[in-house]
């Protein structure tokens, strides 16, 4: 989770910055107006360095930076993109928006995009690859990028879960060509709603930041109303305060996730030995940043059961079991351009994802010290693995 628990004096005082410097909310322009205060871009800097990427693009939330990631790509109608059964339901939506058809692989058991399964679908129609970090594990990079580099095709990092995050110390979302980050309310930094967008792709950084507004080339010769333009955009402008917020919320990033680390270190110790648990898988080399402890159960009836016990107890769950049917692609139904580009056979071509996730448990993990619902813990799962 959770920077929504440090929002406090550090993110009041950037915001109030702001306002004491002119009150200029708007990211760029109002040059005499404004005290050389710039939210968005020190934002932006400050990203990029944390990352040790080249290019950071803030914009209004983590589906927009799909979005925008997906409209730097030129992409033609009968293009192909793969993602991930087990992902938010943003990850297929700004896929369907960009006009390419989505695809959606199997998971491993690090709950992540099924190297073997990607292989299987990459055909000649295929333009990208979207693999999710969920709940803040890596997937297993390695092999992912490998097979995009050996077929040629582009790798986005969706990064909504996986901001603080590194695999072999380089930083989730810079493995990728293209990485998007969430600052959604729930995600390990807010910035109430908001996104970035990273690459160290100068061409594809110019595409995304021209199309996220309106296609404008910020041509420096020419003054806005008279900008350059080579294609038409859209609006997904990050305003001042969102960036303010952002910054202060950076500074806490390291702290968030160290926290987050222990406290999951701690609640696992305390059941790892109960039988008929199994751990989530993770790559070696894996620096988690440990948005929830997820385990596997035996049956879908007993990942239910840990709920119910969790709840009597005092605790709760995190997406599995209880918010499933938003994070399985396997129950989207609803997404008509998703049930036919798998044919009419969304459900059955995902079953191997959803006998994982559906005996997955998933153990919410905050900032504050959580070391006193070990023993609760411990009691539920034991009741129901007894
Ligand atoms: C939260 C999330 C998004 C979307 O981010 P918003 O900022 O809420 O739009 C995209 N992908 C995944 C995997 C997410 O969890």
């Not at 005082?13 to 871009?41: A, P």
């Amino acid at each position: 989770m959770p920077g929504y628990e440090l929002i406090g004096e550090e993110e009041l005082n950037e915001s109030i910055d702001v306002f004491n410097k002119g009150g200029i909310l708007f990211r760029q322009g109002f040059e005499n107006l404004r005290n050389n205060t710039y939210k968005v871009d020190e934002f932006e800097r400050a990203f990029t360095n944390k990352l040790k990427t080249n290019y950071s693009l803030a914009v209004t939330s983590g589906t927009a930076a799909l979005r925008v990631a997906l409209a730097a790509l030129d992409i033609k109608e009968g293009d192909e993109i793969i993602t991930q059964s087990f992902t938010f339901v943003a990850t297929v939506e700004a896929i369907i928006e960009s006009k390419a058809t989505p695809i959606c692989a199997n998971i491993d058991k690090t709950l992540n995009l099924d190297p073997n399964d990607l292989e299987k679908l990459i055909n000649k129609n295929t333009k990208a690859i979207i693999v999710v970090h969920m709940l803040g594990t890596p997937a297993n990079l390695i092999e992912i990028k490998k097979i995009c580099d050996r077929h040629k095709i582009v790798l986005i990092e969706d990064t909504a879960w996986g901001c603080g995050g590194f695999l072999n110390e380089k930083a989730l979302g810079t493995w990728g060509d293209i990485g998007t980050f969430s600052f959604d309310f729930a995600k390990t930094i807010t910035t109430g709603e908001g996104g970035m967008v990273i690459s160290d792709n100068k061409i594809i950084y110019e595409k995304a930041k021209a199309w996220h507004d309106h296609g404008h080339e910020n041509n420096p010769n020419l003054p806005r109303w008279e900008d350059s333009r080579s294609n038409s955009g859209f609006n997904f402008r990050m305003m001042e305060l969102q960036g303010a917020v952002g910054l202060a919320q950076l500074k806490k990033l390291d702290f968030i996730v160290q926290s987050q680390r222990k406290n999951k270190e701690y609640l696992w110790s305390a059941i790892k030995d109960i039988k008929g648990i199994e751990a989530r898988s993770k790559p070696a080399g894996s620096y988690e940043t440990a948005d929830a402890l997820v385990f596997f159960v035996n049956s879908k009836e007993l990942a239910k059961r840990c709920r119910e016990n969790l709840l009597e107890n005092g605790l709760s769950t995190k997406i599995l079991p209880e918010a499933f049917t938003w994070h399985f692609a396997g129950t989207w139904a609803h997404m008509k351009e998703l049930v036919e580009s798998h044919k009419n056979s969304l459900q059955a071509d995902l079953m191997p994802s959803y006998e994982l996730l559906s005996r997955a448990v998933a153990i919410p993990i905050t900032v504050k010290d959580q070391s006193d619902l070990a023993s609760p813990l411990r009691k539920s799962i034991i009741k129901v693995m007894n």
